[in-house]
Every structure is written in structure tokens, then in C-alpha cells.
């Protein structure tokens, strides 16, 4: 058993340590070409793009990848957008790195939670419904949303909610469809448009 455990810590220990290959400052000076979506450190104030502020490194540089995938395959694989892809596509795995540090190190701005959707927000996201066999999102994401960055799953705490109901939707449709085992379609595939709505509004005020 010890043995084991001394595995599983080198293991994370080298995932960190892969992680953390990007230079923050040199994402900076090449994050200038996101800032007109993103903002400058992140924090979209754009609703319908993520803020990227306080991302977890190893998860952008996973989209990003998958944005480069997209552009290179028509589409067919990784993640499609026609903006993210053209964006993606002159990136080395370096500048991807890099642009995770950078972002990764911005301090996300919070968001607020209508009145109207904290109770049924709160009983959704911590609770699921297992009548329907609708997962809780706090099971990845955490209580506050900051999800688990060496288990690849994004921190949501914050996020528009105009931009989390646009994903969760494309889950749900199969238009996203880069997720792990695809147990975010298996989820959003459950999830009524006034399940989305509560949702995504209630992530709005986590942090």
C-alpha cells in the first residue's frame, strides 16, 4: 500500500511538474491578441466569452489543443469554434503553455447569483436530481466551483452565466463533445433549458 501511494504522489508530482513548464511572463506579452475577448488579465467582460482568469493551466492548455485539433481536422475532432480555432492554430505547444501560466495567475473577478435562482441553484448543484440520474456538479467542481485541476475538470466559480448556459447546451446537443468520457453530454443530455438557466446563473456567484 505504501508503495502505491509513493507512485501516485511521484505521478503527481511529475503531472505538476509538466504543468508548470509555462513561463507567466512570456504568456503575458503573448496574451495580447486574446485580450480584445478575453480581457487583459481574463476577465472577460464580454458574456458570451469565458473569463480565463484563475483557469486551471493544465484545462487551457487542453482547449487550446483541442481548438488547434479542430482547425486541423475540419472540425471532426476537438473542440470547434471559428474563432477559437483560427486563434489556436499558429500556437506551439510552448505559447499554449505559456498563455496557461499567465492566465492561470490572473485574478479571477467574481460574479453575482440572482435572488431568484440561489435555492434552487444550490439544491441542483449540490444535490443533482437522481430521479432523473442528474449528476451533482459539486462531485467535480467542488463546493465553490474551482473543479480539480490535476483531474482536468475547469473551475466554473464565477463564470458568465450566459457563457455556461452556451456549453452546457452544446454538450447537451453533442455540438461540444471534447469532454472526458463524455460525462458532460451524459449530464447536459438530462438537463431541461430551466435547468440550464438555474444553473448557470447559480454558478455565476460562486467563489
Not at 503573448?30 to 488579465?41: F, I, Q, R, T
Not at 466569452?49 to 487550446?64: F, R, S, T
Request: aromatic share 4%.
Amino acid at each position: 500500500m505504501k508503495k502505491l501511494c509513493l507512485l501516485v504522489c511521484m505521478s503527481l508530482g511529475l503531472s505538476a511538474t509538466a504543468i508548470a513548464e509555462g513561463d507567466a511572463e512570456a504568456g503575458k506579452a503573448k496574451s495580447a491578441v486574446c485580450a480584445a475577448c478575453h480581457g487583459p488579465d481574463g476577465n472577460s467582460m464580454i458574456d458570451m466569452n469565458p473569463k480565463l482568469a484563475g483557469q486551471h493551466e493544465k484545462y487551457i492548455v487542453k482547449q487550446l489543443t483541442e481548438f488547434k485539433l479542430a482547425s486541423q481536422t475540419g472540425g471532426e475532432e476537438g473542440r470547434n469554434n471559428a474563432v477559437m480555432n483560427g486563434m489556436a492554430a499558429p500556437l506551439s505547444e510552448q505559447d499554449m503553455k505559456d498563455l496557461a501560466a499567465y492566465f492561470s495567475s490572473q485574478e479571477p473577478k467574481a460574479g453575482e447569483t440572482p435572488e431568484q435562482y440561489v435555492e434552487a441553484g444550490r439544491a441542483l448543484y449540490q444535490g443533482g436530481d437522481e430521479s432523473r440520474g442528474v449528476t451533482a456538479c459539486i462531485a467535480c467542481h467542488g463546493p465553490k466551483g474551482n473543479g480539480m485541476g490535476l483531474a482536468g475538470f475547469p473551475d466554473i466559480s464565477g463564470q458568465h452565466a450566459t457563457y455556461t448556459a452556451s456549453q452546457l447546451k452544446a454538450f447537451r446537443s453533442g455540438q461540444r463533445h471534447n469532454d472526458m468520457n463524455g460525462m458532460m453530454r451524459d449530464i447536459a443530455m438530462k438537463l431541461t433549458d430551466e435547468d440550464i438557466e438555474i444553473l448557470s446563473n447559480y454558478i455565476a456567484g460562486l467563489h
